[in-house]
């Protein structure tokens, strides 16, 4: 398996399939399939599905909970302009992680938090969404996709949400909006470490961040939903380090030490 830090997400999720490893059913989009046949593609999947850039974009090109057919295809027209390919995968349930693995070794653990804000019982969430993102990278822009996501949670941009009351204005982790992390590398199921482990040595890649989906990740996979997402071959390792709750994991350290271990071992056999 090749050393390709932007292995295609399609690839991948047949591997995973082979290896017995739970992961969404995924369909591959290039450019140059033909319009005709992608409706096709797309009704092998169970709807509601996700679109996203194949190759990882920091939770850019991103479009989950569409609901059928039409709509995605509307959306892929649009955006395999700016992507040379896409995948279009099922959803499934739960919380998501980020565990960073090195060989059979978990170097830690984050759960990825979509952006919210809290309600303070006196302004309404547009105010909020405004006060909380002054500072991020960037803005959830006031569309119908916000419009959707708040009101399936019973809330509108004028709402006021009484003190303590959480709203999430996204759906995945877009810590360029203002998504939050959590440690949690003391919580991990040991079986979700060989899990990962497992789904690293599949995919060719020793270092390695997965990205998954589950109830509870302190729980045994097979008694849970849970879904390997994501395999990432260059992983943001800057996600252990200051996490929003929870404390530090000095991951570079243990990927040094293991570097001079193997120049050392190297260095006796030569």
């Known amino acids: ?7 295609n997400a399609a690839t991948a999720a047949i591997l995973l399939k082979e290896k017995g490893i739970p992961t969404p059913k995924t369909v591959n989009i ?6 005709n046949k992608l409706g096709a593609r797309l009704k092998t999947l169970k709807f509601p599905i996700i679109v996203k850039d194949a190759q990882g974009s920091q939770s850019k090109g991103i479009f989950a909970n569409i609901a059928d057919v039409k709509t995605a295809e509307k959306i892929i027209a649009r955006e395999i302009k700016k992507f040379p390919r896409l995948i279009a995968q099922e959803m499934v349930v739960g919380d998501e992680y980020r565990v960073t ?22 302004d309404n969430i547009k105010k909020l969404i405004e ?18 996501t708040l009101a399936e949670q019973g809330f509108t941009l004028r709402s006021v949400p009484e003190k303590g009351t959480i709203a999430y204005i996204r759906k995945n982790s877009v810590l360029d909006e203002g998504g939050e992390t959590e440690d949690a590398t003391d ?3 040991k079986k979700i470490k060989a899990v990962c482990a497992a789904t690293a040595r599949a995919t060719g890649k020793y270092l390695a961040g997965i990205d998954l989906m589950c109830d ?9 939903n ?3 997402i994501e395999i990432n071959g260059k992983p943001d390792i800057y996600l252990h380090y200051n996490p929003t709750q929870g404390k530090t994991r000095n991951v570079v350290k243990d990927i ?4 001079l271990k193997l120049k050392k071992r190297r260095a006796l056999i030569i």
């Open 30 to 35: 290039h450019r140059k399939i033909p319009s």
């Open 226 to 228: 849970f879904n390997i």
């Open 187 to 189: 919580q991990v199921h």
């Open 131 to 148: 006060q909380k993102q002054k500072n991020t990278r960037r803005k959830t822009p006031f569309d119908p996709r916000l419009a959707s």
């Open 101 to 122: 693995m090195l060989g059979k070794k978990m170097l830690g653990a984050v759960k990825l938090i979509p952006p919210r804000i809290i309600g303070n019982g006196k």
């Open 1 to 7: 398996m090749s050393e390709n830090p932007n292995q």
């Open 216 to 224: 509870d990740i302190s729980k045994d996979p097979q008694k849970q």
């Open 256 to 259: 040094i030490i293991f570097l």
